[in-house]
């Protein structure tokens, strides 16, 4: 499956996440390195779950008017605040993972093979108990068929 092509750190690394290194740059934006050089990446593989796609500010001023009344913890300033969707994530290093269970960002995974276990989105939701969280493949490549084109 390759895991430690995204999950790696050299040994014998304190690292806690992979890719935490500057971006490769070439002559020409290295004079904007200073913007550039965000010590993690992050990677989008799909594990997004309904609260990371839901923006709070909308849902506490009642956009929808369900409530006919707003739920900010501080009307002044609007708390909690206007975001977009969060759908990447810091890729963490698989030292010592069959202890640190639940796994994925949210803890959506009880077990190291809900991690890996596939689930296509054409058959159905996947973002449901006792489905696979890679979802299309996008955690990588963890189906025995090849995928179809």
């Not at 997004?48 to 002044?76: C, K, R």
């Not at 803890?107 to 973002?127: I, K, M, N, Q, Y």
Request: hydrophobic share 30%; aromatic share 8%.
């Amino acid at each position: 499956m390759h895991c430690s092509f995204c999950h790696n750190s050299d040994p014998p690394s304190p690292q806690q996440f992979s890719d935490k290194k500057p971006p490769r740059t070439t002559t020409r934006t290295r004079r904007r390195a200073p913007t550039l050089n965000n010590p993690f990446f992050v990677h989008d593989v799909n594990t997004a779950n309904v609260f990371d796609e839901t923006n709070p500010l909308l849902i506490a001023s009642d956009a929808d008017g369900l409530l006919g009344f707003t739920l900010f913890q501080n009307e002044q300033n609007q708390v909690p605040g206007n975001r977009a969707s969060l759908t990447t994530y810091i890729t963490s290093v698989l030292n010592d993972a069959w202890n640190t269970a639940p796994y994925l960002h949210d803890g959506s995974a009880p077990a190291l093979l809900d991690v890996v276990r596939p689930c296509l989105s054409r058959f159905g939701e996947c973002r449901v108990a006792g489905k696979g969280r890679n979802v299309d493949d996008l955690h990588g490549v963890t189906r025995s068929s090849p995928r179809a084109s």
